[in-house]
């Protein structure tokens, strides 16, 4: 069973940068696929990226294509959001979620309530 741990949340203005990170403990991620899902107040989780550790693919919403960059760093087993142009709506607490190799479809990948495992999550705030 893999435990997920987010970091690198915080204040940063519209049209910087920040890099989120999911570390992984327990097992290792290249036998997962991995999502990043986002909450919003007073909205529903929305996933915004995805990255499957055994082969590379990766997917974006269309909310983030563009400006968000998924990848992995299995050596280190930890999965990285890097996050260029923030928007206001990109205020979210952001969560890094995982699926063991071939337990869902590829096309459940945005769907939050799909993942296994999930880290607590950590707060970014997109403000001026």
């Known amino acids: 069973q893999v435990q997920l741990v987010e970091s690198g949340g915080g204040l940063v203005q519209p049209g910087g940068s920040l890099r989120l990170s999911c570390a992984a403990s327990?097992?290792?991620?290249?036998?997962?696929?991995i999502g990043w899902i986002r909450q919003a107040p007073g909205k529903e989780r929305e996933g915004v990226a995805y990255?499957?550790?055994?082969?590379?693919?990766?997917d974006y919403a269309d909310s983030v294509k563009g400006r968000f960059t998924i990848s992995s760093n299995n050596a280190k087993n930890t999965v990285y959001l890097q996050m260029n142009s923030p928007k206001f709506d990109d205020t979210a607490v952001y969560y890094c979620?995982?699926?063991?190799?071939?337990?869902?479809?590829?096309?459940?990948?945005?769907?939050?309530?799909?993942?296994?495992?999930w880290g607590p999550g950590t707060q970014v705030t997109v403000s001026s």
């Open positions: 979620a995982a699926n063991p190799r071939g337990s869902r479809p590829l096309f459940v990948r945005f769907v939050s309530s799909t993942y296994y495992y």
């Open positions: 990255i499957s550790s055994y082969s590379g693919y990766t």
């Open positions: 327990g097992s290792t991620l290249d036998g997962y696929a």
